[in-house]
């Protein structure tokens, strides 16, 4: 199959060379924009570096939490186990039993808030983290598409 092809005036031209040179002559008279193809390809590869880095930090996080909650299991069974060696009734006073049990339970919901705060404040430095990885690239993104525009118009002119 044969690749030439006859134009208006009556001349044979190879088709590839006749399409290259209508589409040079039409981007010559046609306001079309210079396109930096390097800049918006490394803008995207900075995009992806920020979502990895974002992915890190959130599997740092969910890291640090598990091993709170382990470290959490690990102290609440061991003060269940404690407490039920000290609650063998040694003594028939039942008012001791009522006040070691209302200590222990005082105790135990001490610590559960202090672990709550210890999860809460792992998540929330893991959300500013998470913020400023986000808002940080968004502005860069911004300041270079801003660049992109400049250089576009510049060589366009």
Do not use: C
Not at 8 to 37: L, R
Not at 79 to 91: F, L, N, V
């Amino acid at each position: 199959m044969s690749t030439s092809t006859r134009e208006p005036g009556g001349n044979t031209q190879d088709f590839a060379s006749y399409g290259a040179e209508a589409f040079k002559q039409f981007q010559s008279t046609a306001a079309m924009p210079n396109i930096d193809f390097e800049s918006i390809i490394n803008s995207h590869r900075k995009n992806m570096e920020s979502m990895s880095i974002a992915s890190q930090a959130a599997a740092e996080t969910v890291k640090s939490i598990a091993q709170a909650q382990g470290r959490y299991a690990r102290q609440a069974i061991e003060d269940m186990a404690s407490y039920a060696r000290k609650a063998t009734p040694s003594s028939s006073n039942a008012q001791e039993q009522v006040d070691a049990q209302a200590q222990f339970i005082k105790d135990e919901v001490q610590k559960a808030m202090s672990y709550s705060k210890e999860v809460s404040d792992i998540w929330n430095k893991s959300q500013d983290k998470l913020t400023k990885i986000a808002s940080g690239r968004l502005n860069e993104y911004i300041e270079e598409t801003k660049q992109m525009a400049k250089g576009a118009a510049k060589k366009s002119s």
